[in-house]
């Protein structure tokens, strides 16, 4: 909030007491030398001072009972007349305090009346912080996101490179087999850093399935990851596997329930033999 702003909201509750003739002399210069450059408060102080005038207005004026005067000169020792003319009384006499009490009325109304106006714009200021707030915060929150996003993506990047370059590494070329004879897959396998495998061209899953990749020693294959390929037919990922497990002999591709299975039971996709 900058100082011009802060100086309008301290003068700002200054109108209803200026509206009503009420200010130090100090604080009426000050006050109308920001009266001059600030429109709102002009505003202010015009409504305020209409709002001041009409007040004394709305007390009804009681006119005095006949005969009035005539008792009054009586309890003072007035000599009695003939004819005893009414002396007409002002309503001034009775109607001073009473003016009075209205004024401090209505000088109560009016600096309640400001400071209603004063805590409304507090309370919309706040909102539109509150907003402001809200809005960083969800900023934040994306911002956060896609670092992690970015974080995950690097951390895969790093694994698939030490699978690559790492000295025990093993390649394999897959086939595609009659279920999908356009599709191609490539594997890199290390017993001490994991497996890398793509494919391309692969068909659309049935609902409840995935495609489950299999590693074939000399003997019964063994689970070596589950993929799910993008629209196109794609599929990349880095799995990671035991190092227990024998060199195999062949990897291939198959579509098994959700989840996998731990033998193969589905149509074979794709075929690779190590080299």
Not at 125 to 130: M, S
Not at 178 to 205: D, Y
Not at 230 to 240: C, H, N, Y
Request: charged share 15%.
């Amino acid at each position: 909030m900058t100082d011009e702003t802060m100086d309008h909201e301290r003068l700002y509750e200054s109108a209803a007491l200026y509206a009503l003739d009420a200010l130090e002399p100090d604080a009426r210069v000050e006050f109308e030398r920001h009266l001059a450059s600030c429109a709102s408060c002009t505003e202010e102080v015009r409504s305020l001072r209409q709002v001041a005038q009409a007040l004394p207005f709305s007390v009804p004026q009681i006119d005095p009972p006949e005969g009035l005067g005539a008792k009054v000169l009586a309890g003072v020792g007035a000599p009695q007349m003939t004819t005893v003319v009414p002396i007409p009384v002002k309503p001034v006499r009775r109607s001073v305090p009473a003016t009075l009490a209205w004024l401090s009325a209505a000088a109560l109304f009016v600096v309640s009346l400001g400071l209603g106006v004063y805590a409304w714009t507090l309370q919309q200021q706040i909102g539109g912080l509150q907003a402001r707030l809200s809005d960083a915060i969800g900023r934040l929150d994306r911002s956060e996101q896609q670092v992690a996003v970015a974080t995950r993506a690097v951390s895969t990047a790093e694994g698939r490179l030490a699978v690559l370059l790492a000295p025990d590494m093993l390649q394999v070329r897959l086939a595609g087999q009659p279920a999908a004879p356009q599709a191609t897959g490539r594997a890199f396998w290390s017993r001490s850093r994991g497996l890398v495998f793509t494919a391309a061209n692969l068909p659309p899953l049935p609902a409840g399935r995935i495609y489950q990749l299999w590693m074939v020693p000399n003997g019964a294959p063994v689970p070596a990851g589950l993929f799910s390929p993008d629209p196109s037919g794609a599929v990349a990922g880095i799995v990671e596997t035991s190092p227990s497990v024998a060199e195999p002999v062949a990897l291939a591709l198959t579509i098994e329930p959700e989840g996998g299975l731990p033998a193969p039971t589905g149509e074979r996709y794709l075929i690779g033999l190590t080299q």
